[in-house]
């Protein structure tokens, strides 16, 4: 009998203008985006982050280090899909994410999704197992500021 196991990951970005703002794969138009080695996708490395750790694994650091050029610019999308061939060879498989995004500015939610199917596809999992939510700030801390974006995640995977 599959035992299940589940992670949570966290991540955040300050904002940084001529980026473009990802959000679990999906450009959304806005007049800043979020600074990082990577493209700065919080969203997808919250998501990361969550299913390393469900699985035993690391994390994000660990296996795709802001100190190494391959890295630089890449699509995070493309990281996860890389995080999820690793749990599989590690004898696990991912059963559903759930994810806030904790922005002040632009919604997420007329983009929800676009940004579900854009991680099912990179989780290889069915949309109806991917949630995507997101709050504000309401003005208190970084987020209400607008000086940055987070998110946090919770993945489950069976082994």
Do not use: W
Request: net charge negative; aromatic share 4%; charged share 20%.
């Amino acid at each position: 009998m599959a035992q299940s196991f589940t992670g949570i990951g966290y991540d955040c970005h300050g904002f940084a203008q001529g980026r473009p703002l990802v959000l679990g794969g999906v450009v959304i138009d806005d007049d800043r985006g979020l600074a990082g080695h990577s493209d700065a996708d919080v969203l997808t490395h919250a998501i990361i982050d969550a299913l390393l750790g469900a699985a035993a694994l690391g994390d994000i650091g660990q296996h795709f280090p802001d100190t190494d050029e391959r890295y630089r610019d890449a699509d995070s999308l493309e990281l996860l899909r890389s995080a999820v061939a690793l749990l599989a060879r590690e004898g696990f498989a991912v059963v559903n994410v759930d994810a806030t995004v904790l922005l002040e500015r632009p919604a997420v939610a007329p983009h929800s999704a676009a940004i579900r199917g854009a991680l099912a596809g990179a989780l290889g999992v069915p949309e109806r197992r991917v949630s995507v939510k997101a709050t504000r700030g309401e003005g208190m801390g970084f987020v209400g500021r607008e000086e940055g974006a987070a998110a946090l995640a919770v993945a489950t995977v069976s082994a």
